[in-house]
């Protein structure tokens, strides 16, 4: 019997239905061996030699396939038509290789980049050898990171306590984002007008227009500066006669845009959808896996890590069958459209994605899939046809109107669509201010013709700065700079958030105070290696590799050469140092010069708000920057690592450097006083006396200092509060404030109080009702499955979902694994449960000491790239050891299936 390896075990039942019974499909989750995180495992002194670990889950995985490869027959490895799943295959080969379960066993590659069933079977009667460059080009992937991450990360560490780690692709992506908001912080917006008028026709229609030239001259954007200069532009509108002095008419073909690959398939969830990039794969993954439909499963898309933009001929014929079916032939092109690739160096060789069968619509497939999946799946459905649709005609129209004498003109532009074509089913859509007129409809007007003047309408505007980076742009900068390949953009992303380098805030990312001091550091001492151009060359150079052209190692010997001789350069840096040069490249961030500038006997930004003498700047302690004076330890000013706005400060109080009494607590006869920490503004009751410690409380999330008062001071300093007893059984109800912010507790039973209401005034009734929708939590009592979510395939025991103080959580046998918070729990499959169990039991593992595995927030199926540089982060401060070998050691974090990237 012929055996067949796959990656999941979603898509292993579906092709064993599709092979039949002469064939055994196996899973190998995803990757079944990595490197281990530890010291050595890429050595460049034996020409990067490198050493692989397979956990204990992969280890049951691979004994099961050299069983069934035992019994005869052949085995087809079927992993991703990438080079990530390329990879895989040769893992599972070499692994088998070494058992000696191989012996007279024929051993193929088969790939296929739809799970349809003539694919598959097309593919396994076609198979091929195992491409020995595309291994060759993960490898050196994978040694690339690893060496960047484990070697690079120490000295994060120890130059820049508190910073967690440095990845290769991170790095470059994390820069971006700190410069653009580099960018927006120096900008100074300038105020500009424009004046529209609106003019009657001989047809008594109104046409509108804007001033273009004044005074015989062309005007500039900024040329009507102030509302005065405006006011002097409507007067001279208003004191001429006009008429229509030219019209320009010209017809202009717009193309459809190519069928989706990876990285657009990002953006357009992500402007479209709201989705973001690592949601969006995961959902095109289950679409390509296959839903069931009508009892059978079924794949819906084909592969979707892509950057090829082709569709198949057969595909390209059965669209254009379905546009002259669904619209009429006047939208199918004379000829089919020919799409290529805009990257210099395309890897991956397969088509874009699309719809396995376009005749199978989203209509008809709507009631199969979630809310999520249907838009996903239309999206692709509608780029894919509208590709090969026939060009939208547009009718573009620009109306010149003159005063007698020339010296004033004005200008009207409208375009009209003559012909839908593609824009009858999909419009990607434009973010420039020509599309503000596109959709307008000028009036009918003749050269010559005299125009009744009407309003004249002076508007005022302000340049606005370059937007900071979402999902979707972000990709595209990336995309455009050829830093990274498709699998690897979400894992960019996610890392960049996990490390807390950047936020996301309205969809847009923000660089941390962490992740710019990690930016300047690297662009500091280790320019090179965050420089557009070399890590878009490097990308080239692993492309190459994949096309047989260079020899990695040799790639591997010129990156560590010059890589180590920098890391050794930092060796003898001292902290402060370090400390200097940042606090000079990053003072404008941190400490923005007011209107005086610190000028003309102006107050610098730079002067401790404490002594008075004292510089501020950039510190380091033991869990990381901060901002403090220079007369340390005489002054002990401190504030975070934060910009200081001194006009919204002087409301919040964040620049209150004494203490400011609010009044007398009746009680105890104390002082209550508003006071500002490392951590920001609080109330202290009293003085200390002798080793006892006045009661301290932190002011309540949305305060400011100007709404508090010293019955409210009172109030926050006596929580948590009584509300009164519990009608079920006489408990006391309280209300207070934790780790997670305001609560109502009723003996084990916490529920948060919503953000809309006050902890200091929520009443008895209320809370009760609070309490209601809680949980019951506490140690002793026995929690109840909210479901089952089936037998699990290696034991058939139930793998069950329980709702626990952090979140949903799947269980089964010893093991607990967190559900992520983008994966809703009533869709949550076996697959997905077994997966983050798998990935939880691994890193118990490899934890060591027998102990019970604790739950612990798992990754989302399929997992983040692969992070050695995140991996080294967890790891404490290494012992000193020569800069030119790998450092670090810590708990993997390597997932179980994804594109590699540092």
């Known amino acids: 019997m012929d055996v067949l390896v796959v990656e999941s075990p979603a898509k292993a039942k579906t092709i064993g239905k599709y092979l039949g019974p002469g064939y055994t499909v196996l899973a190998s989750y995803g990757h079944v061996r990595d490197l281990p995180p530890k010291d050595?495992?890429?050595?460049?002194?034996?020409?990067?030699?490198?050493?692989?670990?397979?956990?204990?889950?992969?280890?049951?995985?691979?004994?099961?396939?050299?069983?069934?490869?035992?019994?005869?027959?052949?085995?087809?490895?079927?992993?991703?038509?990438?080079?990530?799943?390329?990879?895989?295959?040769?893992?599972?080969?070499?692994?088998?290789?070494?058992?000696?379960?191989?012996?007279?066993?024929?051993?193929?590659?088969?790939?296929?980049?739809?799970?349809?069933?003539?694919?598959?079977?097309?593919?396994?009667?076609?198979?091929?050898?195992?491409?020995?460059?595309?291994?060759?080009?993960?490898?050196a992937r994978r040694a690339l990171d690893y060496l960047v991450g484990f070697t690079l990360s120490p000295v994060l560490w120890r130059k820049l306590p508190g910073s967690r780690s440095a990845g290769r692709v991170q790095s470059v992506a994390l820069r971006l984002i700190c410069e653009r908001e580099a960018e927006i912080e120096v900008f100074k917006s300038r105020e500009y007008w424009t004046v529209d008028a609106l003019f009657g026709t001989a047809k008594k229609q109104t046409l509108k227009a804007r001033l273009t030239h004044l005074d015989g001259r062309r005007?500039?954007?900024?040329?009507?500066?102030?509302?005065?200069?405006?006011?002097?532009?409507?007067?001279?509108?208003?004191r001429r006669a006009f008429a229509v002095s030219s019209i320009d008419r010209r017809q202009v073909r717009r193309n459809p845009p190519p069928?989706?690959?990876?990285?657009?398939?990002?953006?357009?969830a992500s402007r479209k959808l709201g989705l973001g990039a690592a949601t969006a794969m995961r959902i095109a993954q289950r679409l390509y896996e296959g839903v069931d439909i009508g009892g059978e499963t079924v794949g819906l898309i084909t592969y979707m890590r892509t950057d090829g933009v082709q569709l198949a001929p057969e595909a390209v014929g059965q669209t254009r069958r379905l546009i002259e079916t669904k619209y009429g032939q006047s939208y199918v092109p004379a000829q089919p459209r020919v799409y290529t690739s805009k990257a210099k160096n395309a890897q991956e060789a397969h088509e874009a994605i699309r719809p396995t069968d376009l005749f199978r619509t989203p209509q008809d497939v709507a009631q199969y899939l979630d809310k999520d999946q249907r838009g996903l799946y239309e999206l692709i459905w509608k780029r894919t046809v509208a590709s090969q649709m026939e060009s939208a005609?547009?009718?573009?129209?620009?109306?010149?109107?003159?005063?007698?004498?020339?010296?004033?003109?004005?200008?009207?532009?409208?375009?009209?669509?003559?012909?839908?074509?593609?824009?009858?089913?999909?419009?990607?859509?434009?973010?420039?201010?020509?599309?503000?007129?596109?959709?307008?409809?000028?009036?009918?007007?003749?050269?010559?013709?005299?125009?009744?003047r009407r309003e004249v309408i002076p508007e005022q505007h302000f340049t606005e700065p370059p937007p900071r980076y979402s999902e979707a742009s972000l990709v595209k900068k990336l995309e455009e700079l050829g830093i990274g390949r498709p699998s690897t953009y979400a894992s960019i992303i996610e890392v960049l958030q996990r490390r807390n380098y950047v936020r996301l805030d309205r969809k847009r990312f923000i660089p941390e105070d962490r992740g710019r001091i990690v930016t300047a550091f690297l662009q500091t001492y280790f320019p090179r290696y965050v420089e557009y151009n070399f890590?878009?060359?490097?990308?080239?150079?692993?492309?190459?590799?994949?096309?047989?052209?260079?020899?990695?190692?040799?790639?591997?010997?010129?990156?560590?050469?010059?890589?180590?001789?920098?890391?050794?350069?930092?060796?003898?840096?001292?902290?402060?140092?370090?400390?200097?040069?940042?606090?000079?490249?990053?003072?404008?961030?941190?400490?923005?010069?007011?209107?005086?500038?610190?000028?003309?006997?102006?107050?610098?930004?730079?002067?401790?708000?404490?002594?008075?003498?004292g510089r501020l700047g950039l510190k380091l302690g033991r869990f990381g920057a901060f901002i403090g004076c220079s007369n340390y330890p005489e002054c002990k000013f401190t504030r975070k690592l934060a910009v200081v706005d001194p006009e919204k400060d002087a409301a919040s109080g964040a620049n209150l450097n004494e203490p400011k009494v609010l009044g007398i607590d009746p009680e105890t006869g104390k002082q209550v006083t508003l006071r500002n920490g490392p951590y920001g503004l609080y109330i202290q009751l009293g003085e200390p006396e002798g080793k006892d410690k006045p009661k301290r409380a932190s002011l309540l999330k949305g305060m400011t200092p100007d709404e508090l008062t010293l019955e409210k001071a009172l109030a926050i300093l006596a929580l948590p509060r009584e509300l009164g007893p519990h009608p079920e059984d006489g408990e006391p109800v309280l209300a207070g404030v934790g780790r997670f912010g305001p609560y109502v507790r009723h003996g084990s039973k916490y529920k948060s109080i919503p953000a809309d209401e006050s902890v200091l005034e929520i009443g008895m009734n209320r809370a009760i009702a609070l309490l209601a929708e809680a949980k019951v939590s506490g140690r002793g009592r026995a929690a109840k499955p909210l479901r089952t979510v089936g037998a699990h395939p290696g034991d058939e025991a139930p793998i069950e979902l329980y709702e626990g103080r952090y979140g949903m959580y799947v269980k089964h046998g010893g093991i607990n694994a967190t559900v992520p918070r983008d994966l809703k729990p009533e869709e949550l499959t076996v697959e997905q449960a077994v997966s983050l169990l798998a990935e939880r039991a691994a890193k118990?593992?490899?934890?060591?000491?027998?102990?019970?595995?604790?739950?612990?927030?798992?990754?989302?199926?399929?997992?983040?790239?692969?992070?050695?540089?995140?991996?080294?982060?967890?790891?404490?401060?290494?012992?000193?050891?020569?800069?030119?070998?790998?450092?670090?050691?810590?708990?993997?974090?390597?997932?179980?299936r994804t594109g590699t990237d540092g």
Not at 876 to 890: E, I, L, N, S, V
Request: charged share 35%; glycine share 8%.
């Open 40 to 139: 050595g495992s890429v050595r460049p002194d034996e020409d990067f030699a490198m050493d692989w670990e397979v956990d204990s889950s992969s280890q049951k995985r691979l004994d099961a396939i050299a069983k069934a490869v035992s019994k005869g027959g052949k085995l087809y490895l079927a992993t991703d038509p990438d080079r990530e799943g390329e990879a895989i295959s040769w893992h599972v080969r070499d692994v088998l290789a070494r058992k000696k379960a191989l012996d007279g066993v024929d051993v193929k590659r088969v790939t296929f980049n739809a799970i349809t069933k003539q694919s598959v079977l097309d593919a396994v009667a076609h198979p091929r050898n195992l491409d020995q460059p595309l291994i060759d080009a993960y490898l």
């Open 219 to 238: 005007l500039d954007k900024f040329d009507l500066d102030t509302q005065t200069r405006a006011e002097q532009a409507k007067r001279e509108i208003e």
């Open 259 to 268: 069928p989706f690959i990876t990285s657009t398939l990002q953006q357009e």
């Open 393 to 452: 005609v547009l009718d573009q129209v620009t109306v010149d109107i003159a005063s007698a004498d020339k010296t004033v003109q004005l200008r009207a532009t409208g375009s009209v669509v003559k012909f839908n074509g593609f824009l009858t089913l999909y419009d990607e859509g434009r973010d420039d201010e020509a599309d503000e007129e596109n959709g307008s409809i000028l009036p009918d007007v003749a050269e010559g013709e005299g125009l009744e």
């Open 535 to 613: 890590t878009a060359h490097l990308e080239e150079e692993l492309d190459d590799i994949s096309d047989g052209k260079i020899d990695w190692r040799q790639v591997l010997r010129e990156f560590w050469g010059a890589f180590s001789s920098a890391v050794g350069e930092t060796k003898n840096l001292r902290v402060s140092e370090v400390l200097d040069k940042l606090d000079e490249e990053l003072g404008p961030h941190f400490f923005p010069a007011n209107d005086n500038g610190g000028q003309g006997g102006g107050k610098s930004p730079r002067d401790c708000p404490a002594c008075g003498n």
């Open 844 to 896: 118990s593992s490899q934890g060591g000491g027998g102990k019970k595995p604790k739950a612990v927030r798992a990754k989302k199926p399929p997992a983040a790239a692969n992070d050695p540089g995140d991996v080294a982060s967890k790891k404490k401060t290494a012992t000193k050891k020569k800069a030119a070998k790998p450092k670090g050691k810590a708990k993997s974090e390597t997932p179980p």
